[in-house]
């Protein structure tokens, strides 16, 4: 799926992409916390960028590669909580619950996602589901 800059961004935040995510997903500009990490990675996962999403992945937990189902359609990012993740923490978690379409079926998928800094810029380590 395509995304022009001007296209309001998919991670909901009210922006459009081209000066939300998108920056971040083109290593731009770092994610500042981990919720915009969560945001921009949800935002990958709509724009199929797998590059990004393993970039963005802590290397300890990281897939070797990864395939996106193509018949699974991102839709919609509601950020339910955050503990710690802040621009000067270490670590945080990010509880969310992302809106999906799947071979005409709707359904979502609750997380609560770990992150923490490698190398100065926020990865994501795991969730639970």
């Known amino acids: 799926m395509s995304r022009l800059s001007s296209d309001r961004c998919p991670c909901g935040s009210g922006m459009v992409f ?5 920056p971040i ?5 770092n994610a500042p916390t981990a919720q915009a990490l969560m945001r921009s990675r949800f ?7 797998c590059d990004y999403l393993l970039y963005s ?6 897939p ?7 018949d699974l359609r991102w839709e919609r990012l509601e950020i339910l909580s955050t503990d710690e993740g802040g621009l000067f ?8 619950v ?4 799947a071979r005409g079926s709707a359904g979502f998928q609750r997380e609560c996602s770990s992150f923490r800094r490698h190398e ?9 589901l």
């Open 43 to 49: 935002s990958a996962f709509c724009v199929g960028d």
């Open 57 to 62: 992945w802590a290397p300890e937990t990281a």
């Open 18 to 22: 081209g000066s939300c995510c998108e």
């Open 64 to 70: 070797v590669d990864l395939e996106l189902d193509e």
């Open 89 to 96: 923490d270490q670590s945080g978690t990010v509880t969310f």
């Open 120 to 128: 100065g810029r926020w990865v994501y380590v795991d969730g639970e």
């Open 98 to 101: 992302a809106h999906y379409r």
């Open 25 to 29: 997903i083109r290593r731009v500009k």
